[in-house]
């Protein structure tokens, strides 16, 4: 084993594919998901030398704690996945709450920044730096219709990188962002049984003609993390099967 990682909303979807890819890396990996239990399990499922924590990334106490009790059972904090965060609504902007607006930025926004400052915390502690990746989405860097909150959301996650890169180079701490296209998750595949989410017409709409698999998702935040990123940081990565290249009148496929 090498460092510790941490990755918020662990316990399913991208959070629980970055999970796998950072430890097939060698990293030991604390899993921190609303649902305790599963990051419990996911834990257990990888072995030993990992730990699953329940954790509200909302709460500022709560965050505080997990991170030193991450700390203290499996080593320095060296690496950070701010996946945690919950879908948006698809309602008329004129049937939207306000409720609703601050929770979109609440959970996908605020609370990232919440972890990020406490495991910036103890990456300067240990005096070793570390790297942290954000996950932002195409919604940060589109306009997706009736999406506010949670575009509004990830627009900040890109935002928040940029400002927190350039912060903490001097500390040797790395920040950047993974931007998501649609993603094949087992809420997406619900969505797409449930006939809630037409795929045929995003697979027309995307240059590669395919939905992306988390664990391309989970590659590309690896490299992010690794030594063969040394030199990035403030970056926000597409992953996203060419959605935001792709500008023509049409389908794409």
Not at 24 to 30: K, N, Q, Y
Not at 91 to 117: E, I, W, Y
């Amino acid at each position: 084993m090498t460092h510790c990682a941490i990755i918020t909303g662990g316990a399913d979807g991208i959070g629980w594919a970055c999970a796998q890819a950072l430890a097939a890396a060698g990293h030991r990996v604390a899993l921190l998901d609303l649902n305790g239990g599963k990051a419990i399990e996911r834990a257990v499922a990888l072995g030993p030398e990992h730990l699953g924590l329940a954790c509200d990334v909302t709460d500022e106490q709560a965050v505080a704690a997990a991170v030193q009790q991450v700390g203290a059972a499996l080593g320095p904090i060296r690496v950070l996945v701010n996946n945690a965060g919950i879908g948006d609504v698809n309602l008329p902007t004129l049937d939207q709450t306000g409720a609703h607006f601050r929770k979109m930025l609440d959970v996908n926004l605020t609370g990232a920044f919440l972890v990020a400052r406490a495991a910036a915390r103890a990456m300067t502690d240990h005096g070793q730096g570390g790297a942290m990746v954000n996950m932002a989405s195409i919604a940060a860097l589109t306009g997706l219709a009736r999406r506010n909150g949670y575009g509004a959301a990830k627009a900040g996650i890109v935002a928040l990188t940029r400002s927190l890169a350039c912060e903490w180079a001097a500390q040797g701490i790395r920040v950047n962002a993974v931007a998501p296209g649609y993603v094949r998750t087992e809420l997406v595949a619900k969505l797409i049984e449930d006939g809630l989410l037409d795929v045929a017409a995003i697979e027309r709409r995307c240059p590669m003609g395919r939905l992306i698999e988390p664990s391309e998702i989970a590659a590309a935040v690896a490299f992010l993390c690794s030594p063969a990123a040394s030199a990035i940081t403030g970056a926000t990565l597409t992953v996203d099967a060419g959605w935001m290249a792709f500008g023509a009148p049409g389908d794409a496929s």
